[in-house]
């Protein structure tokens, strides 16, 4: 199956930094790529929806100038939270889906940060 | 955004005991997906279903899609603690992939 690697896997920063997380389709091209947040035994929450070479779609409610979104080439996308805060502590997780959308998401591993 | 509403939200079973997820929602799904996903790791596709009244099995577990598409089902049977995770549907119509809202089960030996 398509591989998503995401990286890096765990991350902790002090609060005001900013933390740039990537998202890499390995062996195909992702045309789209969604960020999830994810709080513990909770489900996936979509924060957005990138499109290679095109601006990030944002879900309702997220703030586009707190989670920087570039998808740059159709193998990256990366998400940057600026300026985080520990309410930004989070399991964030990407996901891709290939130039023939078989209807079939390929997720990265996910990226626990940790805002101290 | 969909929304699709689970079932339970938390289940605690022992080993050997079966167990049915539900998932549900107000609008038609063009198809769905079962994820299951273990804790600091990405979900894992276990099924998709497409067709109304489908009944899918994966060894232990069965999955059902409802005739009007508005509604699935995940019944493990003889749980083991091998099961135990988040267990997510999900909704793809076109581009757009929205989660249920998420059944943990812990399976205990």
């Known amino acids: 199956g398509a591989v998503v690697s995401q990286h890096p896997s765990r991350v902790i920063c002090k609060s005001g930094t900013s933390v740039k997380i990537e998202c890499r389709s390995l062996?195909?091209?992702?045309?789209?790529m969604f960020w999830y947040r994810q709080f513990p035994k909770q489900s996936l929450m979509l924060m957005a929806t990138?499109?290679?070479?095109?601006?990030?779609?944002?879900e309702q409610g997220v703030e586009k100038d707190k989670f920087l979104i570039n998808h740059a080439s159709l193998t990256l996308s990366t998400l940057t939270v600026t300026s985080a805060h520990p309410e930004d502590s989070s399991f964030y997780i990407c996901?891709?889906?290939?130039?023939?959308?078989?209807?079939?998401?390929?997720f990265g591993e996910g990226s626990r940060l940790t805002v101290l | 955004t969909q929304l699709l509403e689970q079932s339970p939200q938390f289940l605690s079973i022992q080993e050997g005991e079966n167990l049915t997820v539900y998932c549900n929602s107000s609008?038609?799904?063009?198809?769905l997906q079962w994820y299951r996903q273990e804790p600091g790791e990405g979900p894992v596709l276990l099924v998709t279903?497409?067709?109304?009244?489908e009944v899918k099995k994966l060894k232990r577990l069965t999955f059902q899609f409802g005739d009007a598409r508005k509604d699935s089902s995940l019944h493990i049977t003889a749980a083991q603690p091998g099961d135990t995770g988040l267990y997510l549907c999900?909704?793809?119509?076109?581009?757009?992939?929205?989660f249920g809202t998420g059944t943990s089960l812990t399976v205990i030996p």
């Open positions: 996901s891709a889906v290939g130039l023939k959308n078989t209807g079939e998401l390929f």
């Open positions: 062996d195909f091209q992702a045309t789209t």
């Open positions: 990138s499109n290679e070479g095109s601006k990030a779609t944002y």
């Open positions: 609008s038609v799904f063009s198809s």
């Open positions: 279903v497409v067709t109304g009244g």
């Open positions: 999900a909704e793809s119509t076109g581009n757009q992939f929205y």
